[in-house]
C-alpha cells in the first residue's frame, strides 16, 4: 500500500458517527434476516421433519427444544431453546417492520430526517410489544 | 429498454445485466412472507395444545399444508436472496465467491425439498 501523504482527511468508519435510529434499523434488517434465515429456517426444518417422522421424533424435537424432559445436556439445550425462539420471534417482527419501511422508502417516501428517525424508532418499539404480545397470548391464555 | 443510444441500452440493468430481477423478486417474495408468517403464528397460537396428534392433524388439513409448502418456498428463497446480498457485500477473493455461489445454489433447494417433502408425508398421511 502506497503511503498517503500527510494530513490527507480519512474516511471516517462506524465508530466515528453518532449513532441514530435509521442506521440501527438498518443493519438489524441485515442481523434478523439473517438470523432468521439460518437459525429460522434451520427450526422450522427440524419441527416440520419431526412432524413428519411420526410421534417419536417430534417428541424428541419438543425434548431438545422446549420441554429438557430427558435431563442432562437436554435441559440446557430446551433453555437455549426458548431463548433463541423468542429471539426468532422478535428477529422476525423487526425484520417485517424494517421490511415495511424499506417498502415504503422504495416507493420514495419517508427520507426526511425527522420523519425516518420517527418511523426507525417505531420499529424498535413494535417489534418488541409485538413479541411480548405474542408470547403473552401463547403462555397465559 | 431502447436499443439507440447507450444509455437507452443500459437502463435499468446492473453489472450483473439483470437489472432489477433480483431485487423485484426480493420485494414480492417478502410481501408473500407478510401474509404467511402471521398466518403461522396465529394457527400455532390458536392450537388447543401442541401435542403431536394436535399438530399433525393441523398440518395434514389441506388449506395448512398448502400454506406450509408455500411458506417452504417463499422464506427459504426470499432468504436465499438476502443471504446472497449480504455474502456479496462481504466476500471479495475469488475462492470465497465460488463457495458462495455453490452454496446459494444447492443449499437452499435441498432445504426446500426436504421440507416439502416432509410436509406432503403428512398431508398424504405417512408416519
Redesign the interface.
Known amino acids: 500500500m502506497a503511503q498517503a501523504p500527510g494530513n490527507r482527511p480519512l474516511s471516517p468508519h462506524l465508530q466515528i458517527w453518532r449513532w441514530g435510529p435509521a442506521m440501527l434499523v438498518s443493519i438489524l434488517h441485515?442481523v434478523t434476516?439473517?438470523g432468521?434465515?439460518f437459525a429460522?429456517?434451520g427450526l422450522?426444518?427440524w419441527w416440520?421433519?419431526a412432524?413428519?417422522?411420526?410421534?417419536a421424533s417430534?417428541?424428541s424435537f419438543?425434548d431438545w427444544v422446549w420441554l429438557g424432559t430427558g435431563g442432562g445436556l437436554q435441559v440446557l439445550t430446551a433453555l437455549l431453546g426458548k431463548i433463541v425462539l423468542v429471539g426468532l420471534?422478535w428477529a422476525?417482527f423487526q425484520h417485517?417492520a424494517t421490511?415495511?419501511r424499506h417498502?415504503v422508502l422504495?416507493i420514495g417516501a419517508g427520507y426526511e430526517l425527522d420523519t425516518n428517525a420517527r418511523w426507525s424508532s417505531f420499529t424498535l418499539l413494535f417489534s418488541v410489544a409485538a413479541t411480548a404480545f405474542?408470547w403473552a397470548?401463547?403462555l397465559l391464555r | 429498454m431502447g436499443n439507440g443510444t447507450s444509455i437507452g441500452r443500459v437502463r435499468g440493468l446492473g453489472s450483473s445485466h439483470q437489472g432489477t430481477h433480483h431485487w423485484l423478486l426480493s420485494r414480492l417474495t417478502a410481501v408473500g412472507n407478510l401474509v404467511l408468517i402471521p398466518w403461522l403464528l396465529v394457527s400455532l397460537a390458536l392450537l388447543p395444545d401442541h401435542t403431536f396428534a394436535t399438530v399433525h392433524s393441523w398440518a395434514a388439513k389441506p388449506v395448512a399444508s398448502t400454506a406450509l409448502v408455500l411458506i417452504l418456498i417463499n422464506t427459504i428463497y426470499h432468504a436465499r436472496l438476502g443471504i446472497q446480498v449480504m455474502l456479496e457485500d462481504y466476500i471479495h477473493d475469488e475462492g470465497g465467491k465460488v463457495a458462495v455461489w455453490l452454496f446459494i445454489n444447492i443449499v437452499p433447494f435441498a432445504a426446500a425439498a426436504f421440507g416439502i417433502v416432509s410436509v406432503i408425508r403428512i398431508a398424504l398421511g405417512g408416519a
Not at chain 1, 51 to 55: I, S, T, V
Open positions: 441485515r434476516g439473517n432468521l434465515a429460522g429456517i422450522l426444518l416440520i421433519g412432524l413428519a417422522g411420526g410421534p417430534y417428541q419438543l420471534t422476525f417485517l421490511g415495511v417498502l422504495d405474542f397470548f401463547v
